[in-house]
């Protein structure tokens, strides 16, 4: 069974994630920025190496420790071919996929599966009970829809897309620290995420584009069903 450890990292709150298989000692990790020394320290300190990036999606914030890992680790790196269009990402030796995106961890099986919304080509990744959301699906929260690319429409499905898609009990890693809890399941977030109640995509677009901001501020908490 996978496991998962979480460093936070940078001035931005990030999560970045590694998907450990301590069968094969071998290490995927989700999103590498900031303080690239830290992964490194951790992994040479459990004799773990990487073998492979996996990119949620293409902002600066959660890319910006690839190259430089890559450089150090030789893992191969992956992300949707979408976002890699989107962002002009090409030219960077990456290896670009069509989700759904499967990759062998060891003993474990990696999924990665589309969810445009916060950026067109914005892919969650599955192994083993855990769901790794980047900036799709946050602890009571959801990806901001209105910067360049986002798409509030796709993002209430790509939501509904998880719930359908996982068990309740499947464990979430979002890719900020923006809670009051670090991690929670679908089940926790279908029951306290307020942009899981809205009942049609157009209450979720107005929810999301206009009146979230207003009404609540991080850290955020389970908000009750009405
Ligand atoms: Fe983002």
């Known amino acids: 069974m996978a496991e998962i450890h979480t460093l936070e990292l940078g001035t931005m709150h990030n999560y970045v994630h590694l998907i450990i298989d301590r069968s094969s000692l071998s290490v995927a990790v989700v999103d590498p920025a900031w303080e690239v020394d830290k992964i490194s320290t951790f992994c040479t300190a459990e004799g773990l190496k990487i073998s492979a990036i996996l990119l949620t999606h293409g902002h600066h914030d959660h890319i910006n420790g690839v190259e430089r890992l890559q450089q150090e680790s030789g893992a191969t790196v992956y992300l949707s071919r979408l976002e890699a269009d989107h962002f002009g990402l090409n030219d960077k030796g990456w290896n670009s996929f069509e989700a759904p995106f499967q990759l062998q961890l060891g003993e474990s099986e990696i999924v990665g599966v589309a969810t445009p919304g916060h950026t067109p080509g914005g892919s969650c990744y599955h192994v083993d009970g855990n769901l790794i959301t980047g900036d799709t699906l946050f602890v009571f929260g959801c990806g901001r829809c209105d910067l360049e690319g986002g798409d509030p429409r796709a993002m209430y499905h790509s ?25 929670s399941t679908l089940a926790e977030e279908r029951a306290g995420n307020p942009f899981l109640h809205c009942k049609s995509e157009a209450e979720f677009v107005e929810y999301r584009m206009l009146r979230h901001d207003q009404e609540r501020s991080a850290p955020y908490g389970p908000v009750p069903r009405s």
Do not use: C, D, K, M
Not at 161 to 180: C, D, I, K, Q, W
């Open 159 to 183: 939501l509904h897309r998880l719930l359908g898609e996982f068990a309740p009990e499947t464990r979430v890693f979002p890719g900020h620290s923006y809670s009051t809890q670090a991690t």
